[in-house]
Structure formats: C-alpha cells, structure tokens
C-alpha cells in the first residue's frame, strides 16, 4: 500500500484576494455606526465650525479659513472611518471568527491587509463626502492644491486604520468605538488638527509632535499652508503606521494562537 501525501497548498499573497475584500466590505457597510461615524459626523462638523462668514473672507496660505477647517475635518474624517473599519475586527474576535482563521491557510500578513485596506476604502468615501460638501458651503482653493490636501489626507489615514485594527484586538466589541471616537478627539487637539501649534505653547506643541494625529494633518495641510516641518510629518506617519500595524499582527498571532 502507497501513502499519499497531500500537501496543502498555500494560496497567493497569503489568502488576500479580492473576492475576500469585497466579502469583506460588504459586510462593513451593513454596520450602521460605521456609516454614521464615518459619513455623516465628519460634514456636519464641518458645516458646524467651518461656514461661519468670517471664515470664508480670511486668507490662510492659498486658501480661505474655510477650506483650512475643511481640510481639517477631512483628515478627522478619514481618521473615524479608518479607525472604526479597523476596530470592527473586535466583533469578530467576539464571534470567535479570529479562532477560525487559525484553521484556514490566511497569513497574519494578508488578514492584517485585507483588513487595512477596507479600512482605506472607506476611509476615501469618507474624504470625497468632506470634500464635496465643502465645495458647496464656502472652501475657496485652487483646483490643484485640493485635490493635494483630500489624497494626502487619505493616504496618511493609513496610520489610523493600523490603530483601529490594533485597538479592535485589544477592546472589547462592546465598547471599542465608544472609547476610540473620544479618544481619537482628545488626539485631534493634542495633535494640533483642531487647534494650531502655535496657540498651544512651547511644551503642548512639542509634545504634538509625537502624537499619531500630528503628522497626518501637517502632511493634509502642506499643499495649503507651505509651512511646517515637513520631514517630521513623514517620519511620524511612517513611525506610528508601523507601530499599529505590527501590533495588529502580533495581536492576530497571539489571538489566533489560542485555538
């Protein structure tokens, strides 16, 4: 009698493919809070703060006051919508999805991709809706210059869809976005994104520097203001991204690990 070795085969990139990813946002956009979160808050903030008259006369680098706030709210945005795409692997970990995985040939890798990169998409939706409305209400830039300010915004969201998927494997599912959309706040003005460095004082603004949110809205804003240090923007981003995102994969491994 012959054995028969059956190897398992491992698939491409680790198990990301795009019949995962669209599985995968489907099931994102069901998610109510999500939507409100990352949709809805993010405009009507703007519309709050950033349409006043005064706003939309005063002068801030190539733009008025009011495409600056919306700028701002553009990063908050993608920041909620990333964060809370990330933070919904929590539900999962909850449903005992994460212990199953460990049966299935996914790499940490790949899971962690496919999980940032729907985080990414619809972090985007997120940025164009910001923008859209803005451009109804009052945001007078160059053409150029916005297109800039919404695609650095996006890009640099990257960093918060690694902190919500990191978050989502260290909260419960119960609570995870009530305690990361107060935070994400508190890290808006620590950051500088709500208020500007120079009001805060020497040592809060130092200490900016450091915070994930600093470096996301230094680099959303460049195209605009031309100012600011541009290299301590990157090397933040860069930094925080790879934090979040090893995190999120040694949390994976260690969750995984328990089956």
């Known amino acids: 009698m012959t054995a028969t070795t059956i190897e398992?085969?491992?698939?491409?990139?680790?198990?990301?493919?795009?019949?995962?990813?669209?599985?995968?946002?489907?099931?994102?956009v069901r998610n109510k809070r999500t939507v409100i979160f990352s949709i809805v808050?993010?405009?009507?903030?703007?519309?709050?703060?950033?349409?006043?008259?005064?706003?939309?006369?005063?002068?801030?680098?190539d733009g008025n006051a009011t495409a600056y706030v919306l700028i701002s709210m553009a990063v908050y945005g993608a920041m909620l919508a990333t964060t809370s795409g990330g933070a919904m692997v929590s539900i999962e970990r909850a449903a005992g999805w994460s212990r199953q995985l460990r049966l299935t040939p996914l790499k940490p890798a790949a899971y962690v991709a496919i999980k940032l990169t729907l985080a990414m998409i619809i972090g985007l939706v997120s940025v164009v809706v910001v923008n859209v409305?803005?451009?109804?209400?009052?945001?007078?830039?160059?053409?150029?210059?916005?297109?800039?300010?919404?695609?650095?915004?996006?890009?640099?969201?990257?960093?918060?869809?690694?902190?919500?998927?990191?978050?989502?494997?260290?909260?419960p599912s119960e609570n995870v976005m009530?305690?990361?959309?107060?935070?994400?706040?508190?890290?808006?003005?620590?950051?500088?994104?709500?208020?500007?460095l120079d009001t805060l004082g020497h040592t809060f603004a130092t200490i900016?520097?450091?915070?994930?949110?600093?470096?996301?809205?230094?680099l959303a804003r460049y195209p605009v203001t031309q100012s600011g240090h541009l290299w301590q923007a990157v090397l933040n981003v860069v930094v925080w991204t790879l934090v979040f995102a090893f995190g999120a994969m040694w949390r994976f491994r260690r969750d995984t690990a328990r089956v």
């Open 8 to 28: 398992r085969r491992l698939p491409k990139f680790g198990g990301f493919t795009l019949g995962m990813i669209a599985l995968e946002l489907r099931r994102l």
């Open 41 to 61: 808050m993010p405009p009507a903030f703007f519309l709050i703060f950033g349409t006043s008259g005064d706003y939309r006369t005063e002068r801030i680098g």
């Open 133 to 171: 409305v803005g451009a109804f209400f009052g945001a007078d830039l160059p053409v150029g210059e916005w297109i800039a300010c919404a695609v650095l915004a996006w890009v640099c969201a990257l960093v918060f869809a690694a902190f919500g998927l990191f978050m989502g494997y260290l909260l």
């Open 178 to 196: 009530q305690i990361l959309g107060p935070a994400l706040g508190i890290l808006s003005f620590a950051g500088g994104l709500f208020v500007p």
């Open 208 to 218: 900016a520097k450091f915070t994930p949110v600093y470096g996301v809205g230094e």
